[in-house]
Structure formats: structure tokens, C-alpha cells
């Protein structure tokens, strides 16, 4: 009973919290506001670059420098290996010429992990070579393509390690890459076949959604990242003329599309959610990972009109949510795992991602709301403490994020990229 009453409280005081986000204007900001910041932001890569090109016991050799999540002096936690993701959304604060080198530099080194390991593992660690992380690897190559207007022959030869990383590792369905399982469609993986480890492959570890049990669950979010490449593989084929084989690309896409509509979107809650192909059921935990398809582009006007109108249930007065509500598995003493990536927390990739869908579909009101609540979280820790978080608390920000199973970083890589992105797109104009 105690417990019941304990979870209804927390339900009203979510629901005024967000009644409240809604009758609030958005943080009236100004690009003086945030200058200091954005110099620390701007002076802190230094500390975050590495540059290791040989192997050093277990820490992988890599040919070009590359930037590393976070670092303190004087932390034992401590970070010296270039990480998948975490290189992607850092490198979303640098797409511009003084970074070139840098930035062309960190996809050399995914790419050369992968023609030496056949896979680009979590992070260049030798005990980390067990699984991957969210592919992003095409969207990272287009990206730089386009923002710095290189050639074809330069963008054939990523695209073709991209297509093979694509059909051996996310499209395996025998060890030591058995994720594609159910209709195509594909799970997070890991060599050793334990579940918290394929968790750790989403980048989410730990969550609920998953209800510690990854490897029976077809996510949202890797099979929109795999329509993505798709889509990334249809666009290089009809660039180079092959237009039969851009067919073939559109086609798996669209028939990746037609599954994940029939076995993950919810028609009562009009929200896309993870689906357990053993039980043959939806989980029952909503996340931002439901608007990875506004992202990808996979939907048409009204289900992105559908999805920015459930999006409200997880917009609280910091920025977004990452799942809309405490889950039982949260709140039950001694639950075995700290869920981080999960309500009351707010992480900067899962901002980028919804802000960009948002914008992809014309919402660009609302986009710029989430944007600013965002930055003006990040911008008031920064002002009181002198540092960026890997995650906020967006229901009270200013009290310290829910703990993962590690200390919470500072000084955070994808934190900091992110907050000047947003600078960049929503102050600075």
C-alpha cells in the first residue's frame, strides 16, 4: 500500500511538472549569456584528446588522435579510449575547419578498428571488443561529406566499409554478431551472450526498457539507425549512378519500416516501443528511443504530427526526460541495477536526436524550446559548479542526476558538444 501511494504521488507531482513546462515561456537566452561557457567548452578539448598509435597493454592502438569522453585530474575512474557513440555526437560540436583534421581523424580510427577487428567494438579496449555500440557510422560519413564538400572516391571508400559493417555485424545471425533474429529486424549483442553486456551495446546501461533482459528485445532505436544506413546506402548508389542497387537499398528499408510498424507502434499510446520477440509482446516502458524514427525520417507527416504530440509527456522543466516516468524496477528497494538512462535524467544525445527530428518535420518551434530548456540546464550547473554533467535530472535540475553504475562524469565530451551545437543553431542566429 505504501508503495502504491508512494507511485501515485510521483504521478501527480509529473503531471503538475509538466502542466508547468508547458505554461512557462522557454529560457529567454543570448549568446553573451552563454560566451564563458562556450569558451570552456572550446579550450576543454585539449584535455579530452588523445593520441595513442600503438598498442599499450589492453588499450587498442588507433593511427590518428581522437577525443575520449571525459577527464579529471586525479580521478580513478578514468577514461583513455576512443568510444563509438560518444565520438559521433562529440564531433556534432566541430563540424567546422579548425576541427577538420581532428574530425576526419576519428573516423579513421572506427574505420580501422574495423578492418582490423571486423567490428568497431564499444570502445578501443581489448576487454571491450565483445560488442559494438548504436551504429552510426554512415550518418558520421555523410556528415562530413557534406560539410566539407568532399569527393566521391573519398566518400566510396567509407561507404563500402559501412555497407560490410552493416551485413557482418548488424545483420549477422550466427555468433560472433547473432542480432538479426525476428523478421529481419535486429537486436543489441554481445559475444558472451549475457544480457547487462548486450544492454551495455545500446549505450543505455542500464535502463528499464529492456526489463534486464536485452537479448529477447528488437529496440527501437538500432533498427531506425539500420533503415538510416539503409537509406544512407540507397542515396551513395544513386549519387554513383546505380540506380538497380539503390532500388534494392530503398527496398529493405521500406520493408524494415513496414515491420517495425507492425510489431512496435502502439495505436492506443501513439508511441513507438521495444518489442520482446520471445514473448511476442511491446515492453510496457516509454523512451526517447520512440523518436528515433522522426530522426531517421522513417514516417510520414501524420505519425511525426502524432509522435510531437506524445512528446509532451516527457518534457519537464530541464530539457526532456529519457523515459516518461519512474518504473517499478526504479523505485523497488533493492533493485539489483541503477537505471541512469531513465526518468528523472536527461542526456544530451537523446536531446540532439528528438531536436533534430523535430526540425526534420517542420517543428521547429518546439524544437527550439526543448533546445533552449536544455542549454539553460546545462548553462546553470555550469554557472554553479564549473563543470558540464554526462546527464542532468530535467524534473529538478538543480539537484544531482540519478547515479549510474559508475560515479556521474564531468567535463562530459557529448554534454559539451551538444551545448555549443545548440549555441550554435538557437543563439548564435
Same mark, same amino acid.
Given at each position: 500500500?505504501?508503495?502504491?501511494l508512494?507511485?501515485?504521488?510521483?504521478?501527480?507531482?509529473?503531471t503538475?511538472?509538466?502542466?508547468?513546462?508547458?505554461?512557462?515561456?522557454?529560457?529567454?537566452?543570448?549568446?553573451?549569456d552563454?560566451?564563458?561557457?562556450?569558451i570552456?567548452?572550446?579550450?576543454?578539448?585539449?584535455?579530452?584528446?588523445?593520441?595513442?598509435?600503438k598498442?599499450?597493454?589492453?588499450?587498442?592502438?588507433?593511427?590518428?588522435?581522437?577525443?575520449?569522453?571525459?577527464?579529471?585530474?586525479?580521478?580513478?575512474?578514468?577514461?583513455?579510449?576512443?568510444?563509438?557513440?560518444?565520438?559521433?555526437?562529440?564531433?556534432?560540436?566541430?563540424?567546422?575547419?579548425?576541427?577538420?583534421?581532428?574530425?576526419?581523424?576519428?573516423?579513421?580510427?572506427?574505420?580501422?578498428?574495423?578492418?582490423?577487428?571486423?567490428?568497431?567494438?564499444?570502445?578501443?579496449?581489448?576487454?571491450?571488443?565483445?560488442?559494438?555500440?548504436?551504429?552510426l557510422?554512415?550518418?558520421?560519413?555523410?556528415?562530413?561529406?557534406?560539410?566539407?564538400?568532399?569527393?566521391?572516391?573519398?566518400?566510396?571508400?567509407?561507404?563500402?566499409?559501412?555497407?560490410?559493417?552493416?551485413?557482418?555485424?548488424?545483420?549477422?545471425?550466427?555468433?560472433?554478431?547473432?542480432r538479426?533474429?525476428?523478421?529481419?529486424?535486429?537486436?543489441?549483442?554481445?559475444?558472451?551472450?549475457?544480457?547487462?553486456?548486450?544492454?551495455?551495446?545500446?549505450?543505455?546501461?542500464?535502463?528499464?526498457?529492456?526489463?534486464?533482459?536485452?537479448?529477447n528485445?528488437?529496440?527501437?532505436?538500432?533498427?531506425?539507425?539500420?533503415?538510416?544506413?539503409e537509406?544512407?546506402?540507397?542515396?551513395? &548508389?544513386?549519387?554513383?549512378?546505380?540506380?538497380?542497387?539503390?532500388?534494392?537499398?530503398?527496398?529493405a528499408?521500406?520493408?524494415?519500416?513496414?515491420?517495425?510498424?507492425?510489431?512496435?507502434?502502439?495505436?492506443?499510446?501513439?508511441?513507438?516501443?521495444? &518489442?520482446?520477440?520471445?514473448?511476442?509482446?511491446?515492453?510496457?516502458?516509454?523512451?526517447?528511443?520512440?523518436?528515433?524514427?522522426?530522426?531517421?525520417g522513417?514516417?510520414?507527416?501524420g505519425?511525426?504530427?502524432?509522435?510531437?504530440?506524445?512528446?509532451r509527456?516527457?518534457i519537464?522543466?530541464?530539457?526532456?526526460?529519457?523515459?516518461?516516468?519512474?518504473?517499478?524496477n526504479?523505485?523497488?528497494?533493492?533493485?539489483?541495477?541503477p537505471?541512469?538512462w531513465?526518468?528523472?535524467?536527461?542526456?544530451?544525445?537523446?536531446?540532439?536526436?528528438?531536436?533534430?527530428?523535430?526540425?526534420?518535420?517542420?517543428?521547429?518551434?518546439?524544437?527550439r524550446?526543448?533546445?533552449?530548456?536544455?542549454?539553460?540546464?546545462?548553462?546553470?550547473?555550469?554557472?554553479?559548479?564549473?563543470?558540464f554533467?554526462?546527464?542532468?535530472?530535467?524534473?529538478?535540475?538543480?539537484?544531482?542526476?540519478?547515479?549510474?553504475?559508475?560515479?556521474?562524469?564531468?567535463?562530459?565530451?557529448?554534454?559539451?558538444?551538444?551545448?555549443?551545437?545548440?549555441?550554435?543553431?538557437?543563439?548564435?542566429?
Amino acid at each position: 500500500m505504501r508503495f502504491a501511494l508512494i507511485l501515485k504521488l510521483r504521478m501527480i507531482e509529473k503531471t503538475l511538472t509538466i502542466l508547468n513546462s508547458f505554461t512557462k515561456p522557454s529560457p529567454i537566452l543570448s549568446a553573451k549569456d552563454v560566451a564563458l561557457a562556450r569558451i570552456f567548452v572550446r579550450e576543454h578539448w585539449q584535455n579530452l584528446t588523445r593520441y595513442n598509435p600503438k598498442d599499450t597493454e589492453t588499450l587498442i592502438g588507433l593511427p590518428k588522435p581522437y577525443l575520449i569522453p571525459a577527464y579529471t585530474q586525479g580521478n580513478e575512474f578514468d577514461f583513455n579510449e576512443l568510444y563509438y557513440w560518444d565520438s559521433y555526437f562529440m564531433v556534432q560540436g566541430m563540424l567546422d575547419e579548425d576541427h577538420k583534421e581532428l574530425v576526419l581523424g576519428i573516423l579513421e580510427n572506427l574505420v580501422s578498428l574495423f578492418e582490423r577487428f571486423g567490428v568497431i567494438p564499444n570502445a578501443s579496449r581489448t576487454y571491450l571488443m565483445g560488442r559494438s555500440q548504436p551504429p552510426l557510422l554512415t550518418t558520421l560519413i555523410w556528415d562530413i561529406y557534406d560539410t566539407y564538400d568532399l569527393d566521391v572516391t573519398w566518400l566510396k571508400r567509407y561507404m563500402n566499409v559501412a555497407e560490410k559493417e552493416y551485413k557482418t555485424v548488424w545483420m549477422g545471425t550466427n555468433k560472433p554478431h547473432a542480432r538479426k533474429v525476428h523478421e529481419g529486424l535486429s537486436r543489441y549483442y554481445d559475444i558472451n551472450m549475457l544480457n547487462d553486456l548486450a544492454e551495455a551495446e545500446s549505450g543505455w546501461d542500464m535502463t528499464p526498457r529492456f526489463k534486464r533482459q536485452a537479448l529477447n528485445y528488437l529496440p527501437v532505436d538500432l533498427n531506425c539507425l539500420l533503415y538510416k544506413y539503409e537509406m544512407d546506402f540507397a542515396r551513395f &548508389y544513386r549519387l554513383i549512378g546505380d540506380k538497380r542497387t539503390a532500388g534494392s537499398w530503398e527496398e529493405a528499408a521500406k520493408y524494415r519500416s513496414h515491420m517495425m510498424e507492425k510489431l512496435m507502434w502502439n495505436k492506443t499510446k501513439h508511441l513507438y516501443y521495444d &518489442y520482446d520477440y520471445v514473448k511476442q509482446k511491446q515492453s510496457t516502458v516509454a523512451s526517447l528511443a520512440a523518436f528515433y524514427p522522426l530522426w531517421v525520417g522513417m514516417v510520414d507527416e501524420g505519425r511525426a504530427k502524432t509522435l510531437n504530440n506524445t512528446l509532451r509527456k516527457f518534457i519537464q522543466k530541464g530539457g526532456l526526460s529519457t523515459t516518461d516516468t519512474y518504473t517499478l524496477n526504479q523505485r523497488v528497494p533493492g533493485a539489483t541495477q541503477p537505471t541512469q538512462w531513465a526518468y528523472p535524467n536527461g542526456w544530451a544525445p537523446l536531446q540532439f536526436i528528438v531536436v533534430e527530428g523535430l526540425r526534420r518535420y517542420g517543428y521547429d518551434s518546439e524544437a527550439r524550446k526543448i533546445a533552449r530548456k536544455w542549454i539553460k540546464t546545462n548553462l546553470d550547473w555550469f554557472n554553479q559548479n564549473g563543470v558540464f554533467l554526462e546527464k542532468y535530472n530535467v524534473v529538478q535540475p538543480h539537484k544531482p542526476p540519478m547515479k549510474g553504475l559508475y560515479p556521474t562524469q564531468v567535463g562530459f565530451g557529448w554534454t559539451n558538444a551538444i551545448f555549443e551545437r545548440f549555441c550554435q543553431n538557437y543563439l548564435d542566429s
